[in-house]
């Protein structure tokens, strides 16, 4: 019985899986052709400045997330207090990654030729600390086998980040 459950679990966490890697893989070249026709020149090479600069958001997990999957942790409270770690560091470590962007916003659009962009630089790398409140929770997610929820959670993402 136990066995047929992790099966189901096993199958269906395979299945959402792929489907949300297949269909996020896929939103951001389709959202960039359209707007490499859409856009000028001048004003798509903002655009990929700002995604380059929201690239950053990497960083900021630090392992965090592998750490609350695949780590056996003695029981709840210690995955519990394991989480609440992971939470505050990462969201730390986010906010230094925007004040470094903010603080160097001005050189940061110059090196990509995009000067005169320097707010919307600023503007993009706030999405790093906003994005840093659902990373821990993701691992949480993915550590209970739930990527459905997962599934919804980055469509909606990945179509936001598009426009």
Do not use: C
Not at 107 to 119: D, H, R, S, W, Y
């Amino acid at each position: 019985m136990k066995q047929n459950n992790l099966n189901k679990k096993i199958s269906s966490s395979t299945k959402w899986s792929s489907i949300t890697e297949i269909v996020s893989k896929l939103i951001s070249p389709i959202t960039n052709m359209i707007l490499a026709r859409v856009l000028a020149p001048e004003v798509f090479g903002a655009v990929a400045t700002i995604t380059m600069v929201s690239f950053s958001d990497m960083f900021t997990d630090a392992g965090f997330q592998k750490y609350i999957v695949q780590h056996e942790f003695k029981d709840k409270k210690d995955l519990a207090d394991s989480t609440n770690v992971a939470f505050w560091t990462n969201f730390i470590f986010s906010l230094i990654i925007w004040f470094t962007i903010f603080v160097f916003a001005d050189p940061i659009a110059k090196l990509v030729g995009n000067e005169g962009k320097e707010k919307a630089i600023v503007v993009a790398g706030f999405a790093i600390p906003i994005l840093s409140f659902s990373s821990i929770q993701t691992a949480l997610y993915r550590r209970n086998f739930d990527f459905k929820t997962l599934f919804k959670a980055r469509l909606g993402m990945s179509l936001i980040k598009s426009f």
